[in-house]
């Protein structure tokens, strides 16, 4: 359930967040799965959006306990890295990062751009699936370094899959490919907070 705050006023927010996920939790018997992985994140300093708990009720029913999680969208790279400029893509369900060829349009069924939609330029992404997908062995690490904060996304990496299902995040192994992954790269140049090119900021939360 996403709560959109600027959906009919574009210019009301919730404590300087246009938008917020709730989420049931219904494969998470515990509730808790998720508000420890994100919480693990952030004391972590792994870029993640913040969590925590509400009683939802809807006309007056109950519905029951869901995690409300932030969006992951231009608010949160503000707040997040102090920068709002850069790409924001998310692939959902299906961003794999698998080669596709040097080609935009050939990823657009896979991920979204989310900031930037106007200007539309796709280089940056495909710029790092080429590394990703076509540096040689011998220069992999180096190479990706450049354009991929890799210490980032290994934490996250071991920590969500201790902490949460294999099918989650950009390991995922289920289904078509990993759900729920955001890429974000800071400005430009790829500069910005102390981050090289791309980070995956954990979990990006619905739409």
């Known amino acids: 359930m996403n709560l959109d705050f600027n ?23 515990t509730l808790l799965r998720e508000k420890i992985f994100l919480e693990f994140c952030k004391r972590n300093d792994i870029p993640a959006p913040r969590c925590t708990f509400a009683k939802v009720y809807i006309n007056g029913e109950y519905w029951g306990l869901y995690s ?12 997040q890295f102090g920068d709002k400029s850069g790409n924001l893509f998310k692939g959902d369900p299906q961003g794999s990062l698998v080669w596709k060829g040097s080609s935009a349009v050939n990823y657009y ?23 990703i997908n076509n540096s040689t062995s011998g220069d992999f690490i180096d190479s990706l370094a450049d354009v991929f904060d890799t210490q980032n996304y290994l934490y996250s990496w071991a920590t ?6 294999s099918s989650e995040g950009l390991a995922g ?14 400005g430009s140049d790829g500069a910005g907070s102390g981050l090289p090119g791309f980070c995956a900021p954990g979990r990006s939360g619905d739409g």
């Open 68 to 79: 409300v999680v932030e969006q992951v969208n231009k608010s949160f790279c503000e707040i």
């Open 7 to 29: 959906n009919y006023i574009t210019t009301q927010d919730f404590e300087g967040l246009n938008k917020l996920n709730l989420n049931n939790c219904f494969k998470d018997p």
């Open 109 to 131: 069924n896979d991920y979204e751009l989310k900031t930037n939609e106007t200007v539309n330029d796709w280089s940056d992404l495909v710029h790092l699936i080429d590394k």
């Open 173 to 186: 192994i289920q289904g078509p490919g990993p759900a729920r992954t955001a890429l974000f790269r800071q």
């Open 160 to 165: 969500c899959s201790t902490v949460l299902s």
